[in-house]
């Protein structure tokens, strides 16, 4: 049986895990957001058992490799969890860049006037004003 990561492998994994779950529940708290700050702390000790695992791995016997290879699942599943935390808290705008964020400011605006314009000529003026009042908040974002 031959496995891609070795102990060393998993353990840099680990560290890289451990380092961005805590850089993002410092600044979680930092924000004052303690309780997602938390939903992070939970995904962080699942990390810490994930490395308490791998200490007690002997690589060397056959086991230890099929535990090896076990452990490393876990491992990729735990930086997935943490990376789709780490984008629902922030939300739409995680990876987002400036020039992406301007252009789909221009997208809505232009939907949000399409709507306005749809509502007025069925007569419904007042969705019509619902839907300026938030297409100010588009403008600023554009600016």
Known sequence: MAFAATKDDLKTDLNKLKQQASSEIAKLKSEGKVALAHEIEVLEKEIHKAEETLEKLHPQTDMGKIGLHALETVIKKLE??????????????????????????????????????????????????????????????EK
């Open 80 to 141: 997935e969890k943490l990376h789709n935390k780490m984008k629902s808290l922030g939300g739409f705008f995680y990876d987002s860049t400036k020039d992406q964020l301007i252009a789909k400011a221009k997208e809505l605006k232009h939907k949000s006037e399409e709507a306005i314009k749809k509502l007025k000529q069925e007569g419904k003026t007042s969705q019509a004003h619902e839907i300026e009042i938030m297409e100010k908040d588009i403008d600023v974002v």
